[in-house]
């Protein structure tokens, strides 16, 4: 056997195989990882680059389950208001915003709890920027406020229909700016300026590198900006991106499937698509989640497709092709009918999925697991909530529902496969911060009570969610989310071990190393 590339000694290996748990060197040529232990070792010579990693824990490489790269480098500019607990904190964040040289103000992160259960309007922006447009993203990535000179610009004067689940929200016929859903804040966002490709280019590659120094190595995609795969390619051109990217386009009411089919395996070096996103649902602070009893407020009655029945011919088409779907479903409703659509498809080793399942009937679960759908979840969005559901999302649902939130354990404990991720930029993408949350189920290094705790992961559980988990998820079993011999070099190296040392401590451990299909795309 010739030379390795690259050889990892000192470190205590996690290996994720129950063929052999632990091992204490790895050897690295090319792409592929070739030998462990003494094996490794005898590979060394004079071209091998040798990492002495003095005692950190080796584990497969972090896969982020859920996230949204292009998204959040073109839209989550601006303010950063995510600090923001009041209304007077807003004012004071809007009057420090600057505006750019176009005009607008623009912002992100707002909380809904920040209009502490009143109305979500544009009064405080037209008070603080009057006669200025002003375009701030709601922290969910599902609903945006604009100012009243922000919706002049882009013609909204009044309701409209829109073939998905969206609205103008108007009181007595007149918009308040709160825009609900991707059609809606489609309308204003034609309007904006477009940021400019190196711009983009420059923004994705300081998200990227940030996400790889967390330990993230690969990442499944949701991006649906039309100049997503552009952009990847263009980083490309310039370079290797630092994860390796699965990108599942959007299929939005009223698509093609066609249309995302001939996507299907376009890629380059290091992305490539291979799924199909969907929609049952929205967010349950926006009121659009599709619940199977309304909220507090009445609304989360209606499925983002208006016609449900054309969802389940759209994923079944699709899943006869054998393509992958990944389906947003929140609410217990939307979750359901998504089963429905998709347990006695046939799967011929596709393995689809649902993202976020924020509640979950107890007696759902046991359906859930049966009928072999991967469950992709967040456990950071829980740091939205309260334990004791003063929050909105819980003042929404009720105290029964909220009480349902992100059960992961269940999921797990009854034999189902739970991927999990960040959702950024609708959380952070610490991958350590997804899996100290898990087993915490409140933000690491708070004081607060945990969210629903008997829904807490183990740590082995947290890191089989990012690693052996993610890997099913996406076919690849045999070659990844376990460091093996013959196994995809992807790597993380943690000072500490990310299954026994206490969360709070993994969740600012540093990563010594973080190498994907490889490639070291990480050093600390």
């Not at 009181?171 to 490709?197: D, K, R, T």
Request: with cysteine.
């Amino acid at each position: 056997m010739s030379a390795a590339d690259l050889l990892l000694v000192g470190t205590r290996v996690r290996t994720l195989d129950p063929a052999r748990p632990w091992a204490s060197a790895v050897a690295i040529s090319g792409d592929q990882i070739v030998a462990l232990d003494d094996d490794a070792l005898a590979l060394r010579s004079g071209r091998t680059e040798v990492v002495d990693l003095a005692g950190a824990v080796t584990t497969p490489g972090l896969v982020d389950g859920h996230l949204h790269p292009v998204f959040g480098a073109s839209s989550f500019q601006g303010a950063d208001l995510s600090a923001c607990r009041s209304l007077d904190d807003l004012r004071r964040a809007l009057a420090g915003a600057v505006p750019g040289e176009d005009g607008w103000v623009v912002g992100w992160g707002l909380d809904h709890n920040v209009f502490a259960g009143g109305s979500i309007d544009n009064t405080v922006l037209d008070e603080v920027h009057p006669g200025r447009p002003v375009f701030l993203r709601l922290y969910d990535g599902h609903s945006a406020l604009a100012s009243s000179e922000a919706l002049r610009r882009a013609g909204v004067t009044g309701p409209r229909e829109f073939e998905q689940r969206s609205e103008i929200v108007c009181v007595g016929g007149v918009p308040n700016g709160m825009l609900l859903e991707h059609a809606a804040m489609e309308l204003v966002q034609a309007v904006m300026p477009v940021m400019p490709a190196a711009v983009l280019r420059e923004r994705l590659r300081e998200v990227l590198q940030g996400m790889a120094a967390t330990g993230l190595t690969g990442a499944c995609v949701m991006d649906a900006e039309d100049n997503s795969l552009e952009a990847y390619a263009d980083y490309e051109a310039t370079g290797e991106l630092p994860l390796r990217l699965r990108v599942a386009p959007w299929c939005m009411p009223g698509a093609d499937v066609a249309d995302v089919i001939a996507l299907q395996g376009r890629g380059g070096r290091r992305w490539t698509v291979e799924a199909v996103k969907f929609f049952m649902d929205g967010t349950v602070e926006g009121g659009t989640a599709w619940l199977e009893h309304p909220d507090c407020h009445g609304t989360g009655t209606e499925a983002f497709w208006r016609d449900p029945a054309a969802y389940t011919k759209a994923v079944q088409t699709l899943a006869e092709a054998r393509v992958q779907t990944v389906t947003h479903a929140i609410g217990d409703a939307a979750v359901r009918h998504v089963i429905e659509a998709l347990e006695n498809v046939e799967s011929a080793g596709i393995r689809h999925r649902i993202e976020h399942l924020e509640t979950l009937p107890r007696e759902l679960v046991p359906r859930l697991v049966r009928s072999g759908l991967v469950s992709s979840m967040q456990p950071c969005h829980a740091g939205y909530t309260k334990a004791d559901h003063s929050d909105e999302w819980s003042q929404r649902l009720g105290s029964d529902r909220a009480a349902r939130a992100w059960a992961c354990r269940d999921i797990v404990d009854a034999g189902g496969v739970l991927v999990l991720g960040s959702d950024w930029p609708i959380a952070t993408y610490d991958a350590r911060h997804v899996l100290a949350h898990a087993r915490l189920r409140r933000p690491p290094g708070s004081s607060e009570a945990a969210v629903a705790p008997e829904q807490a992961l183990t740590g082995l559980q947290a890191l089989e969610g990012m690693t052996t988990h993610a890997a099913y998820a996406d076919g690849a079993e045999s070659y990844a989310g376990r460091i093996a011999v013959g196994a995809r070099a992807d790597l993380t190296v943690f000072a500490v071990d990310p299954v026994e040392a206490p969360a709070d401590e993994v969740a600012g451990a540093p990563i010594r190393l973080t190498v994907s299909g490889g490639l070291v795309t990480h050093r600390g």
